[in-house]
DNA sequence: TGGAACATATTTGTAGAACAATCAAATGGA
DNA sequence: TCCATTTGATTGTTCTACAAATATGTTCCA
């Protein structure tokens, strides 16, 4: 049921797919960084059709940019797209959190709510790299779940907000979240269908807010810290993954 | 500026990719069709490889569904799903003509909604079949390009409305979309934020109604007309793309 | 030294062969 | 008629091969 019916086939390309998406989400990979198909072919252990296939899934999904002859590159958004997508965000987590609240029910949801309430208390405590994504990803999937629009849950994973994560990431912002998932949590159990509208499209607000304000910040003073905004150029030799 | 950059590239899988969504959208192709791929790849001129590469986007978009081992087959919506798709539309489509009401420009933007009256207009007078699909699109195109939201660029076609186009055509609903059309670009010329969100939301209010109505009417008298919801075990071979 | 022009190496784009794994239909027996 | 087996067709996957384009490196000239 968490798993739209394209997913669920296990293929080799498949396994690139995830594979990227996973090094995506640990910071292994960062937006602007090239994938040579070589590369990702010998790394997955896997032909290079699989990887083609796989770059295109992920280029329809909005992960990569692919152009003739050049190797793609991981999504790299300039200030102006990233509130685009944000703007897309925001309707679409309103959406999302609204038709949970309206099909919000407590005998088959509960244990559901409360198991992913546990996983971000638990990402809260322990400061693991990858828990808090695993966290996050779980709360939106339950949300998905329980308003059962098969059509959001194939969508919403496609809105660019994987390579948001991944070029904005921030402790700050991994606060806020938390909060404002946990407030969503609560209204959609108490099935309050406006307040869960609005606070979907009030987290990405918050969010929205944040990053501009960062933006802005990093207009003025010139200064690039380690992990935001990587030039495009980054990596200045196709073959990027290093292997292990 | 309307191609969004993942797009523009001319490669072969891409040429298969148009081919198929034109097949969909000119009634070559309906849904719950097999589409084995050693038929397209001859079909189309080019390698097995090539249609590989084209189902993984055509999966991603949710053009066709993939399962281990199947042909893969064109999408096919169920009532449920059907009402699904079109609660993502409708915010989707109010954030499209919001989002263009807000950025309209007219000396920019006046000739572009011009050209697509008059486009509107030919598609109404002349009565061929490819016609108006292509006034629809050319519509949302503008729309969109108006209001210069790559994020929305990008995911609003990977919303399933090829699908309901495909499923469920009509000469009532071409009528009163033309219609609806016409009202929301009077509404962003006017650049009335309120009233074009209100516009979009309404024009997916009246295609989901008319559509409701056809499913009730259909579900009791089991009459099934020659268009509308095919059974996935339409094509018993998969081989169901006939070579002219 | 700086840069332009060329030559070479690497990478992508594409087709096709080959084979295993699997599914669907036809066949044949009870 | 119904079930089991076989057969045929289709997909999943890797490899090879080569053309086309890009990236890199080197040479040469001002």
Redesign the interface.
Known sequence: MLKP??Q????T?RRVFRGVMKDLEDGRMVPGQRLAETDLATRFGVGR?AV???M??L????VI????HRSPTIRLLDPA?TM??L??AE??T??ATR?AAERFDPPGHGDLLTSTMDMLAEADRIDEPGMFSRARRHFYRALLSIG?????Q??FP???MHIIYAQYQTRQLRGIRLKDYRTIIGVVARRDLAAAEQAGRAHVDTVRDIIRARLELQQTEECRCARTPIRPDFCHTTSSIRRP
């Open positions: 019916s394209g669920s086939v296990s293929t390309s059709n083609r296939e796989a295109q899934h280029a329809a999904r909005g940019d692919l152009s003739r797209e685009e997508v703007d897309v309707v679409m309103a959406l038709t059962g629009n098969r059509e959001l194939r969508l496609a809105i660019g």
